[in-house]
Protein backbone atom coordinates (compact mmCIF):
# COMPACT_ATOMS: atom_id res chain seq x y z
CA UNK A 1 0.00 0.00 0.00
CA UNK A 2 1.22 3.29 -1.03
CA UNK A 3 -0.92 5.17 2.14
CA UNK A 4 -1.12 9.09 1.83
CA UNK A 5 0.77 10.46 -1.13
CA UNK A 6 1.86 14.19 -1.44
CA UNK A 7 3.07 15.60 -4.50
CA UNK A 8 5.31 17.62 -5.24
CA UNK A 9 7.66 17.45 -2.15
CA UNK A 10 9.10 21.02 -2.91
CA UNK A 11 7.88 24.15 -4.52
CA UNK A 12 9.05 27.59 -4.45
CA UNK A 13 6.00 30.19 -5.55
CA UNK A 14 6.19 34.34 -6.43
CA UNK A 15 3.78 36.21 -4.77
CA UNK A 16 0.46 35.78 -6.21
CA UNK A 17 0.64 32.95 -7.94
CA UNK A 18 -1.56 30.03 -7.12
CA UNK A 19 -0.42 26.37 -7.07
CA UNK A 20 -2.35 23.32 -6.02
CA UNK A 21 -1.30 20.75 -3.56
CA UNK A 22 -2.33 16.89 -4.28
CA UNK A 23 -3.07 14.39 -2.25
CA UNK A 24 -4.05 11.00 -2.38
CA UNK A 25 -4.87 7.79 -0.30
CA UNK A 26 -5.33 3.80 -1.26
CA UNK A 27 -6.96 3.10 2.04
CA UNK A 28 -10.43 3.89 1.45
CA UNK A 29 -10.55 6.58 4.41
CA UNK A 30 -13.37 8.73 4.46
CA UNK A 31 -12.14 11.45 6.20
CA UNK A 32 -8.85 13.30 5.08
CA UNK A 33 -7.17 16.87 6.26
CA UNK A 34 -4.70 19.16 5.30
CA UNK A 35 -2.21 20.36 8.27
CA UNK A 36 0.59 23.20 7.99
CA UNK A 37 3.90 22.75 9.75
CA UNK A 38 5.69 25.94 11.28
CA UNK A 39 8.70 26.21 13.74
CA UNK A 40 7.55 26.77 16.69
CA UNK A 41 3.98 26.32 16.43
CA UNK A 42 3.15 22.94 15.69
CA UNK A 43 0.79 21.14 13.47
CA UNK A 44 -2.66 23.14 12.69
CA UNK A 45 -5.45 21.65 10.82
CA UNK A 46 -6.41 24.24 7.48
CA UNK A 47 -9.64 21.84 5.91
CA UNK A 48 -10.75 18.59 6.36
CA UNK A 49 -13.22 16.42 5.17
CA UNK A 50 -15.85 13.80 6.61
CA UNK A 51 -16.14 12.13 2.94
CA UNK A 52 -16.76 12.68 -1.03
CA UNK A 53 -18.62 16.28 -1.46
CA UNK A 54 -18.29 17.28 2.18
CA UNK A 55 -15.44 20.25 3.31
CA UNK A 56 -15.29 22.69 5.76
CA UNK A 57 -12.46 24.88 7.44
CA UNK A 58 -10.06 24.21 10.19
CA UNK A 59 -8.36 26.56 12.41
CA UNK A 60 -6.14 28.22 9.70
CA UNK A 61 -8.02 28.29 6.55
CA UNK A 62 -7.92 31.77 4.75
CA UNK A 63 -6.17 32.13 1.67
CA UNK A 64 -6.93 28.19 1.10
CA UNK A 65 -9.25 26.25 -0.77
CA UNK A 66 -10.54 22.19 -0.93
CA UNK A 67 -12.61 19.87 -2.68
CA UNK A 68 -13.38 16.73 -2.24
CA UNK A 69 -14.59 15.03 -5.73
CA UNK A 70 -13.48 11.42 -5.17
CA UNK A 71 -12.69 9.24 -1.80
CA UNK A 72 -9.13 9.12 -2.85
CA UNK A 73 -8.32 12.65 -3.78
CA UNK A 74 -8.21 16.01 -1.71
CA UNK A 75 -6.29 18.67 -3.35
CA UNK A 76 -5.17 21.79 -1.69
CA UNK A 77 -5.61 25.45 -3.50
CA UNK A 78 -3.41 28.25 -2.46
CA UNK A 79 -5.52 31.57 -4.65
CA UNK A 80 -2.52 33.95 -4.70
CA UNK A 81 0.95 32.31 -2.35
CA UNK A 82 1.87 34.58 0.18
CA UNK A 83 5.00 34.85 2.21
CA UNK A 84 2.92 33.88 5.21
CA UNK A 85 1.99 30.73 3.48
CA UNK A 86 5.84 29.47 3.15
CA UNK A 87 5.50 25.86 5.50
CA UNK A 88 5.73 22.46 5.45
CA UNK A 89 2.04 21.06 4.71
CA UNK A 90 1.19 17.49 5.34
CA UNK A 91 -2.44 15.66 4.22
CA UNK A 92 -3.94 12.86 6.64
CA UNK A 93 -6.41 10.52 6.04
CA UNK A 94 -8.37 8.62 8.95
CA UNK A 95 -10.95 6.10 9.05
CA UNK A 96 -14.40 7.40 8.99
CA UNK A 97 -17.74 7.08 10.45
CA UNK A 98 -15.24 7.51 13.94
CA UNK A 99 -12.91 10.04 13.36
CA UNK A 100 -11.04 8.96 16.98
CA UNK A 101 -9.11 6.78 15.06
CA UNK A 102 -5.44 7.61 14.39
CA UNK A 103 -4.49 9.87 11.02
CA UNK A 104 -1.95 8.31 8.56
CA UNK A 105 0.13 11.12 7.28
CA UNK A 106 2.04 11.96 3.66
CA UNK A 107 5.51 12.69 3.16
CA UNK A 108 4.95 16.48 3.13
CA UNK A 109 5.47 19.54 0.88
CA UNK A 110 7.65 21.99 1.45
CA UNK A 111 6.77 25.22 0.01
CA UNK A 112 8.57 28.46 -0.61
CA UNK A 113 6.42 31.59 -1.56
CA UNK A 114 9.15 34.57 -2.22
CA UNK B 1 -9.22 25.98 24.99
CA UNK B 2 -7.58 22.55 24.13
CA UNK B 3 -4.11 22.87 24.33
CA UNK B 4 -1.03 20.59 24.53
CA UNK B 5 2.23 21.52 26.25
CA UNK B 6 5.20 18.72 25.70
CA UNK B 7 8.68 18.89 27.77
CA UNK B 8 11.54 18.56 27.36
CA UNK B 9 11.93 20.37 23.91
CA UNK B 10 15.18 18.56 23.69
CA UNK B 11 16.42 15.63 25.12
CA UNK B 12 20.24 14.07 24.90
CA UNK B 13 20.80 10.71 26.18
CA UNK B 14 23.20 8.08 25.92
CA UNK B 15 22.75 4.77 23.90
CA UNK B 16 21.09 2.36 27.02
CA UNK B 17 20.09 5.91 28.67
CA UNK B 18 16.27 5.66 29.80
CA UNK B 19 14.07 7.89 30.13
CA UNK B 20 10.33 9.62 29.70
CA UNK B 21 9.00 12.32 27.70
CA UNK B 22 5.94 14.39 28.70
CA UNK B 23 2.69 15.58 27.01
CA UNK B 24 0.34 17.37 29.49
CA UNK B 25 -3.00 18.44 28.02
CA UNK B 26 -6.07 20.26 28.31
CA UNK B 27 -8.95 19.20 26.15
CA UNK B 28 -13.26 19.32 26.72
CA UNK B 29 -13.96 15.54 26.51
CA UNK B 30 -10.94 13.92 25.56
CA UNK B 31 -11.40 11.24 22.04
CA UNK B 32 -7.94 9.54 22.07
CA UNK B 33 -4.37 10.86 22.68
CA UNK B 34 -1.86 10.16 19.87
CA UNK B 35 1.94 10.11 19.93
CA UNK B 36 3.95 10.62 16.77
CA UNK B 37 7.70 9.99 15.64
CA UNK B 38 9.01 12.44 13.15
CA UNK B 39 11.97 12.06 11.38
CA UNK B 40 13.71 15.01 9.77
CA UNK B 41 11.89 15.87 6.36
CA UNK B 42 9.39 13.62 6.52
CA UNK B 43 5.56 12.95 7.82
CA UNK B 44 4.51 12.09 11.18
CA UNK B 45 4.22 8.22 11.92
CA UNK B 46 1.73 7.05 14.09
CA UNK B 47 2.95 5.17 17.08
CA UNK B 48 0.27 4.99 19.66
CA UNK B 49 -3.49 5.97 20.51
CA UNK B 50 -4.69 6.20 24.21
CA UNK B 51 -8.30 6.66 25.14
CA UNK B 52 -8.66 6.43 28.86
CA UNK B 53 -6.56 7.39 32.38
CA UNK B 54 -4.85 4.21 33.30
CA UNK B 55 -4.15 2.87 29.72
CA UNK B 56 -0.67 1.93 28.37
CA UNK B 57 0.81 0.83 25.21
CA UNK B 58 4.39 -0.46 24.10
CA UNK B 59 5.57 -0.77 21.49
CA UNK B 60 9.94 -2.33 21.11
CA UNK B 61 11.47 -0.08 23.46
CA UNK B 62 8.29 2.43 23.82
CA UNK B 63 5.89 2.60 26.15
CA UNK B 64 3.19 5.07 26.45
CA UNK B 65 0.71 6.20 29.82
CA UNK B 66 -1.87 7.94 30.21
CA UNK B 67 -3.52 10.25 33.16
CA UNK B 68 -6.39 12.64 32.69
CA UNK B 69 -3.58 15.96 33.09
CA UNK B 70 -0.81 13.84 30.83
CA UNK B 71 0.81 11.58 28.80
CA UNK B 72 4.48 9.80 29.31
CA UNK B 73 6.37 8.20 26.45
CA UNK B 74 8.99 5.86 28.68
CA UNK B 75 11.83 4.79 26.27
CA UNK B 76 13.69 2.16 27.46
CA UNK B 77 17.53 1.41 26.77
CA UNK B 78 17.05 3.62 23.60
CA UNK B 79 19.29 3.37 19.96
CA UNK B 80 20.88 6.01 18.01
CA UNK B 81 17.98 4.66 15.35
CA UNK B 82 15.59 6.53 18.71
CA UNK B 83 16.51 9.74 17.52
CA UNK B 84 13.63 11.68 16.32
CA UNK B 85 11.14 14.24 16.88
CA UNK B 86 8.29 12.85 19.14
CA UNK B 87 4.86 14.75 18.84
CA UNK B 88 1.57 14.35 21.06
CA UNK B 89 -1.78 15.00 19.77
CA UNK B 90 -5.26 15.35 21.34
CA UNK B 91 -8.50 14.90 19.76
CA UNK B 92 -11.29 16.72 21.62
CA UNK B 93 -15.02 16.28 21.30
CA UNK B 94 -15.62 18.63 19.10
CA UNK B 95 -16.97 17.53 15.48
CA UNK B 96 -13.92 18.87 13.49
CA UNK B 97 -12.18 15.66 14.27
CA UNK B 98 -9.11 17.96 14.44
CA UNK B 99 -5.69 17.15 16.53
CA UNK B 100 -4.27 19.49 18.87
CA UNK B 101 -0.28 18.95 18.48
CA UNK B 102 2.08 19.97 20.87
CA UNK B 103 5.71 21.27 20.11
CA UNK B 104 7.38 18.34 19.80
CA UNK B 105 10.33 16.91 21.74
CA UNK B 106 13.47 16.38 20.00
CA UNK B 107 15.30 13.23 20.90
CA UNK B 108 19.08 12.63 20.40
CA UNK B 109 20.05 9.32 21.43
CA UNK B 110 23.85 8.82 21.00
CA UNK B 111 26.13 5.84 20.46
Known amino acids: NAGVTQTPKFQVLKTGQSMTLQCAQD?????MSWYRQDPGMGLRLIHY???????DQGEVPNGYNVSRSTTEDFPLRLLSAAPSQTSVYFC?????????????FGQGTRLTVV | EDQVTQSPEALRLQEGESSSLNCSYT??????LFWYRQDPGKGPEFLFT???AGEEKEKERLKATLTKKESFLHITAPKPEDSATYLC????????????FGQGTTLQVKP
Open chain 1, 49 to 55: SVGAGIT
Open chain 2, 27 to 32: VSGLRG
Open chain 2, 89 to 100: AVRGSGNTGKLI
Open chain 1, 92 to 104: ASNKGGNMNTEAF
Open chain 2, 50 to 52: LYS
Open chain 1, 27 to 31: MNHEY
